[in-house]
């Protein structure tokens, strides 16, 4: 009985300071910060690219959310591009990167503070637009899997596939958006604990949203389905907070265990 409790407690101890980190880091309001500037900043962005390289926006967030037919139809009309090809000038091509990239300083800033590691001026920017790049090649690396793998090889390969490149791609992420200064040992616990929280919101994304997109596409028309891309990216932000939050608890107990 008396162990019973201690385990009570000590899993209410692990608990409350697990909420009490991600509350000092205000990860709630950050994580609807980055939703917002995913929709008004990077999804142009992704627009513009996915039209440049003869990619298919609507079957990136289709990967990334995990969605099953109905709901992949109800976003790609969304993306449905227009009768005439659109042009851009300077201008605009600047203002599109500039904002991408505003979601990866985001993502960025967020590690900073999480691992204790002070800005580096331009070495962050530079980080930043590298970041974009490889966020790009995993989307196309992830839409790859969810075509060919889960027809090979059912779900649950797919499943062990997306954990793999989640964990390595997040892992890849800190090390980069904090220009090196932190060890990669360090950060695999964060980027670990990043690929189980990741998998599992495309679980929970793949039965929940899908159901949600299509009910609220039926309801609201086509502002319904932003609203549930929406939610998605906070979910996102939340993901991102707890994988590396969690991860710096994780070292903090192993080193209080040593000493």
Sequence with gaps: MEDGKRAVGRRLRTASGLWNRLSAIDFFGHSFQLAALAILCFFPFLIVVAAATGRDTAASVVGWLGLDQRAAQAVTTLFKPGATPGTLTLTSACLLVLGAMAVAGTLQSWYQTVFGVPRRGWHDLAACLYWLGALLAYSAAQTFA???????????WQGLFGFALAT??????????????????????????????????????????????????????????VMVILSWLVAVGVVVH???????????HRSRTAS
């Excluded at 707890?242 to 903090?252: D, H, Q, T």
């Design 146 to 156: 969810g075509r060919t793998i889960g027809t090979v090889g059912g779900p649950v």
């Design 168 to 225: 390595f791609f997040w892992w890849w992420s800190m090390k980069l958006l904090l220009s090196g200064a932190v060890r990669w040992r360090t950060l695999f616990p964060a980027a670990l604990a990043t690929g189980v929280c990741w998998v599992g919101l495309g679980g929970f994304s793949a039965h929940y949203f899908s159901a949600t997109i299509v009910a609220n596409e039926q309801s609201y028309g086509p502002i319904g389905v």
């Design 242 to 252: 707890l994988g590396s939050v969690v991860g710096c608890l994780y070292l903090e």
